[in-house]
């Protein structure tokens, strides 16, 4: 046997019991997961929805993975900054993002990001969901989607919508509404939706397709008329306000959703366990009333249906960026 050929016999050997010893721990790891607190970042600000529906989810995947899970908020740059942070972390499972529709498919059509949000973030489930509410005034005096519209168009660019700010979805659904109906409204962003909603109530603008679960108790109160919703179905919050779709517009349709991402590399039997965790708690009742009486719907997708999910919702909102010619500071 020459020198050479017992070192290439040497390499072959070493290499298939290095394989079999990675492929053990490799094993082992996921078999083990979690063996210690996983942390789960908020890119919001604290004491909003957000941070509350990520503490909730957060407490459900603990109770049901038997580990801490805790919630570490990083705000800044409408959430990208703790996106980036998860994009960069170590692929084990250990550190999570609570991503969210404006994170996740409507920044990356505004800001040019320190990185990829399809390469570099995997999605492992959809956790919460709610419509957008097209909201009027009561002294504007429609009662309908056709009378807002009729009104709109017999008085171009006079009836004025608010938003949380350029870029915003409030501000995306409301060009929807102008593409969709053919209408001209005027655009008067704020800082954040809860600053708007104050001109709504006295009438200084006339309408807002706003997020569910600020302007649940306005509804129910008759302070403003809920027209119409985003979602595709009616929703159980609010049963007898159609959506766009029953009105003829299927076009305007959007959700505002919450749910978990991992660094890119994260193995398929991890992500699979926080999925079947999340699946899981919706089958509690006391979760789901839970979540409803937070204004959302508890709901869940495989890894694959989200990723569908999450690029529809990319390339929708990228598209409306690029039509109206959107730049944000």
Do not use: C
């Not at 397709?209 to 129910?220: A, C, D, M, Q």
């Amino acid at each position: 046997m020459t020198n050479a050929f017992k070192v290439l016999l040497f390499t072959l050997v070493t290499s298939l019991v290095l394989g079999e010893s990675a492929l053990a721990q490799s094993s082992s790891s996921l078999n083990n997961y979690p063996s210690k607190p996983i942390r789960l970042i908020n890119p919001l600000g604290s004491g909003g929805t957000a941070e509350a529906l990520a503490r909730t989810v957060a407490k459900a995947l603990s109770d049901q993975l038997g580990q801490a899970v805790v919630v570490e908020t990083k705000t800044g740059a409408a959430g990208t900054i703790g996106a980036d942070y998860v994009a960069k972390s170590t692929p084990d499972g250990y550190t999570l993002l609570y991503g969210v529709t404006g994170t996740n498919t409507i920044a990356p059509a505004l800001y040019k990001l320190p990185y990829d949000p399809i390469k570099d973030l995997t999605p492992i489930t959809i956790a919460f969901a709610g419509p957008n509410v097209l909201l009027v005034n009561q002294s504007l005096g429609v009662n309908s989607l056709q009378e807002l519209i009729a009104l709109a168009k017999s008085k171009p660019n006079q009836l004025s919508f608010a938003s949380a700010g350029n870029g915003s979805m409030s501000h995306l659904n409301g060009e929807l509404l102008k593409q969709y109906a053919g209408i001209d409204l005027l655009h008067v962003p704020y800082k954040g939706g809860g600053a708007a909603v104050p001109d709504l109530l006295s009438g200084r603008v006339n309408l807002m397709i706003e997020t569910s679960s600020g302007v649940v108790p306005l509804i129910r109160t008759g302070r403003v008329k809920a027209l119409a919703v985003t979602s595709l179905q009616r929703s159980p919050l609010f049963p007898d306000v159609p959506t766009f779709a029953e009105l003829g517009f299927p076009g305007i349709y959007s959700v505002v959703w919450g749910g978990l991402f991992a660094p890119a590399g994260t193995p398929k039997g991890i992500l699979e366990k926080i999925h079947n965790a999340v699946q899981q708690e919706n089958k509690d009742t006391a979760y789901k009333e839970m979540v409803t009486g937070m204004n959302n719907e508890a709901v869940s997708m495989t890894p694959d249906e989200f990723k569908v999910y999450v690029g529809d919702d990319l390339k929708k909102y990228s598209e409306i960026v690029k039509r109206i010619n959107l730049k944000v500071d």
